[in-house]
């Protein structure tokens, strides 16, 4: 059983800083993609940012600049240091990412963390 267990969030003043993780426990194989999504209250889930196994990243367009997404592969981890903190950038984040698992056969799964709050105040 593969299990994301998310940390970092909560409330901050617009303009300020919060760090979230996002660690991967379990019989994994490999990790490839690592990504964070958000979900704001009333609208769909978004991807925030994306990181692949060789480094390669995507943002959305309204964190670019302003998000950084890194990843720990021998820790199993992946990071968003999310800067210059806006009311708009207010909802649930959740962490994802897609692995190899072991089993009777090695199979490819998509993982997601249990979400966590990011509240920013005006």
């Known amino acids: 059983q593969v299990q994301l267990v998310e940390s970092g969030g909560g409330l901050v003043q617009a303009g300020g800083s919060l760090r979230l993780s996002c660690a991967a426990s379990?019989?994994?194989?490999?990790?490839?993609?690592m990504g964070w999504y958000r979900q704001a209250p009333g609208k769909q889930r978004e991807l925030v940012a994306a990181i692949t196994s060789g480094g390669s990243t995507n943002y959305a367009d309204s964190v670019k600049g302003r998000f950084t997404i890194s990843r720990d592969n021998a820790q199993n981890t992946v990071y968003l240091q999310m800067n210059s903190l806006k009311p708009g950038d207010i909802a649930v984040y959740y962490c994802?990412?897609?692995?190899?698992?072991?089993?009777?056969?090695?199979?490819?799964?998509?993982?997601w963390g249990q979400g966590t709050w990011v509240t920013v105040s005006s």
């Open positions: 994802q990412m897609q692995m190899t698992v072991a089993g009777l056969s090695p199979t490819y799964v998509e993982v």
């Open positions: 379990g019989s994994i194989f490999s990790i490839n993609a």
